[in-house]
């Protein structure tokens, strides 16, 4: 588990490390997902096993029971909707950006899980008490709305703990 605000390794199944990462912030909108401002500092080496991009399918919902559900993109009616996208990462850099991901309403545990890797989870904080004072457009599916190239699948797996 890691804490909003604080750095951890991403290292990836092999030992590798990826880089750093932190969570700085958590923004919740209903119907429309999760906002997450990042800072990430990959490591200096090049090659095909470094962190290339992170996008909202390098995220996914937590559930109780420990399977997990992966994000996607949010929908186009929700204001934050282009900060829902890929984004670029290059050898030796740091970045610090706004990335939004489609999860459920009743999630309350995430997880940051690039490829390779065995993911790291973190808790949400609560939906806002007033829904009125978010800025979504009217959604007609409450649900993520995953990639259509990619297969909404449920799997139990064994997170890393930072």
């Known amino acids: 588990m890691v804490r909003i605000g604080r750095e951890f390794a991403v290292v990836n199944r092999d030992g590798v490390e990826l880089g750093t990462a932190r969570i700085d912030d958590v923004v919740r909108t209903p119907g429309c997902g999760v906002e997450l401002t990042l800072s990430i500092r990959t490591s200096g080496e090049a090659g095909p096993d470094r962190w290339a991009s992170i996008s909202p ?50 999630a309350q545990r995430a997880m940051l899980r690039p490829d390779s890797t065995a993911g790291w989870v973190f808790d949400l904080p609560p939906l806002p008490k007033d829904a009125a004072t978010t800025s979504q457009a009217p959604a007609t599916n409450a649900s993520p709305t995953p990639d259509a190239s990619e297969p909404s699948v449920e799997t139990s797996v064994n997170t890393a703990e930072a």
């Open 57 to 106: 399918g390098d995220f996914a919902e937590v559930r109780p029971g420990g399977s997990i559900r992966k994000a996607g993109r949010v929908s186009s009616d929700c204001e934050r909707s282009a900060n829902s996208r890929v984004t670029a990462l290059s050898a030796g850099r740091e970045y610090e950006f706004v990335i939004a991901i489609a999860l459920d309403d009743s």
